[in-house]
């Protein structure tokens, strides 16, 4: 069993940055990559941003590219999402979440997070 615990949510301005973090425990496997999802208010949640533990597999969703940057740091089983260039259309609550890597969709997901909020005003 695996449980993810996310972290760093908080509101901020336009144009902000924050840092979220997701730290694994319990029993992980190497096959398993790391990803982020977020849901809005009122809406599905969707995929953001992924990375394999080895770094050599990493994919964003089309409208954060070039603003979050997604990491691991493997010695302490956690994986970070850098947003900066926050938008109001960023709001949303922020889970991470295991599966096989190469599956980024939701229901291909093992392990999620509780999530971590995120509001950013305008």
């Known amino acids: 069993q695996v449980q993810l615990v996310e972290s760093g949510g908080g509101l901020v301005q336009a144009g902000g940055s924050l840092r979220l973090s997701c730290t694994a425990s319990?029993?992980?496997?190497?096959?398993?990559?790391m990803n982020w999802f977020r849901q809005a208010p009122g809406k599905e949640r969707e995929f953001v941003a992924a990375?394999?533990?080895?770094?050599?597999?990493?994919y964003y969703v089309d409208s954060v590219k070039g603003r979050f940057t997604i990491s691991r740091d493997n010695a302490k089983n956690t994986v970070y999402l850098q947003m900066n260039s926050l938008k109001p259309e960023d709001t949303a609550v922020y889970y991470c979440?295991?599966?096989?890597?190469?599956?980024?969709?939701?229901?291909?997901?093992?392990?999620w997070g509780k999530g971590t909020l995120v509001t950013v005003s305008s």
């Open positions: 979440a295991a599966g096989l890597v190469g599956i980024r969709d939701r229901g291909g997901m093992s392990y």
């Open positions: 319990g029993r992980t496997f190497s096959s398993y990559a």
């Open positions: 990375t394999s533990w080895s770094g050599s597999w990493i």
